[in-house]
């Protein structure tokens, strides 16, 4: 639940993998994400309770064993193709991570989201999701960035 709520927040793959408990501000409901694209991401009340919880159960990751041990980009693909099969009757092949990427990009370059706006929010984005999300965007009407909705709508039903 954790996974799909952080990447429909602007998280991607890799930064998952990234993501430790200090890095969110409860009382303001930051996320601070590290690495070469760092930013912070406001999450909506719904992820960061979630966040809150699991964060608080672990030490030196989110996405660790009970032993310790932490996961790695392709144990979360399983973990996502598991959630994902509760509703296997609904679709014909079990969703990927990048997949909800997809989605997320989607979203943002739908509202008229410029490259460099989708950027500050979502982080790194390869010359294919560059071309996708320019796509997207072709023919809609540029989007002042304090408008931008930067929260999923499915966030409200993850």
Same mark, same amino acid.
């Given at each position: 639940?954790?996974?799909?709520? +952080?990447?429909?927040? /602007? ?6 993998? +990234?993501?430790?408990? @200090?890095? $969110? ?9 590290? /690495? ?33 041990? *932490? ?11 598991? =959630?994902? @099969?509760?509703?296997? !009757?609904?679709?014909? @092949?079990? #969703? =990927?991570?990048?997949? *909800?990427? $997809? ?5 943002? !370059?739908?509202? /008229? ?7 500050? #929010? ?37």
């Amino acid at each position: 639940r954790l996974m799909l709520q +952080l990447m429909l927040s /602007g998280v991607g793959a890799n930064e998952l993998l +990234l993501l430790k408990p @200090e890095d $969110f501000d409860p009382g303001k409901r930051l996320l601070s994400l590290p /690495g070469q694209y760092s930013r912070q991401l406001s999450l909506v009340e719904s992820v960061a309770t979630t966040y809150q919880r699991v964060g608080d159960n672990h030490w030196n990751s989110i996405w660790q064993t009970p032993d310790q041990e *932490i996961l790695k980009l392709p144990e979360l693909e399983l973990m996502l193709r598991h =959630t994902s @099969e509760s509703v296997a !009757a609904l679709i014909s @092949e079990p #969703v =990927t991570l990048e997949d *909800i990427r $997809f989605t997320y990009l989607q979203f943002l !370059a739908g509202q /008229g989201a410029t490259l460099s706006q989708i950027e500050q #929010v979502a982080g790194y984005l390869s010359t294919r999701d560059m071309e996708i999300c320019r796509q997207l965007a072709a023919g809609k009407e540029g989007i002042d960035p304090v408008s931008l909705v930067t929260h999923h709508p499915a966030l409200i039903q993850v």
